[in-house]
């Protein structure tokens, strides 16, 4: 049963314009979510966080939205480059168990891949 | 410079045969972890270490087996008795295992393929 879902493969955007990017979770027990950004034959880079006290953080052309209540996360990229164009995954973590112990592995979504023409 | 360091980036395996993936780095961190992706798919945890000396099982634990001697490294050995072992793994490491607000750092890869 997957935990968290991006149900969007992929994502073709103009130049210029804003690139969404969405992600959906089932269990409330996660507290930090992340956005990685990843190109062909290399390690996902860390982008962007947000904490679960949050619904919004910002840094340059990148906003994370999180809608709690919904359980859903999405990634505002505006403008969008042709250098953006890679795969994104959402990851949530660290999980917070019943004892209230953090656990640091890291739940990710399948990924979607952004392509941004020029 | 700090980092994380995969070696080899392609390795090729023939069928039978164990093979062993190198993960070093030199950040410091406490927690390290390997995963794996498959086309399609997001990455999905192999093991997890949160201290030297110390690793757990993750979701797809089955024909892998890893060891954490020392801080800077953890090994991942993929054994002949992992039914698909073609795949892009990562690993990964972060400051600690049970500090909230952690991001992981993630090395380059190494492709394996079974010939």
């Known amino acids: 049963d997957q935990q968290v879902k991006q149900n969007s493969p992929s994502l073709s955007v103009q130049e210029g314009r804003i690139s969404i990017l969405n992600c959906d979770y089932t269990n409330s027990m996660f507290d930090y979510f992340l956005w990685y950004k990843k190109y062909p034959a290399e390690g996902p880079t860390f982008l962007i966080s947000?904490?679960?006290?949050?619904d919004k953080n910002e840094d340059g052309r990148f906003t994370v939205f999180l809608n709690k209540s919904a359980k859903h996360l999405s990634l505002h990229i505006v403008p969008s480059q042709p250098g953006d164009s890679a795969v994104y995954f959402c990851a949530l973590g660290p999980q917070v168990s019943a004892g209230g112990t953090s656990y640091g592995k890291l739940t990710f979504g399948q990924g979607t891949i952004l392509t941004v023409h020029p | 410079d700090g980092g994380i360091t995969q070696s080899p980036k392609y390795l090729f395996r023939k069928e039978g045969q164990n093979v062993t993936l190198s993960c070093e780095q030199n950040?410091?961190?406490?927690?390290m972890y390997w995963y794996r992706q498959d086309p399609g798919q997001g990455l999905r945890l192999i093991y997890y270490?949160?201290?030297?000396?110390?690793?757990q099982k993750g979701d797809i634990a089955e024909g892998y087996s890893v060891s954490r001697e020392k801080k800077e490294s953890f090994p991942l050995t993929v054994t002949s008795a992992q039914k698909n072992p073609t795949a892009f793994y990562l690993c990964?490491?972060?400051?600690?295992?049970?500090?909230?607000?952690?991001?992981?750092?993630f090395g380059q890869g190494t492709r394996l393929t079974v010939v």
């Open positions: 947000i904490s679960s006290i949050k």
């Open positions: 990964a490491s972060s400051y600690s295992f049970s500090f909230t607000n952690t991001e992981a750092f």
């Open positions: 950040l410091n961190h406490d927690a």
């Open positions: 270490s949160q201290i030297v000396n110390d690793f």
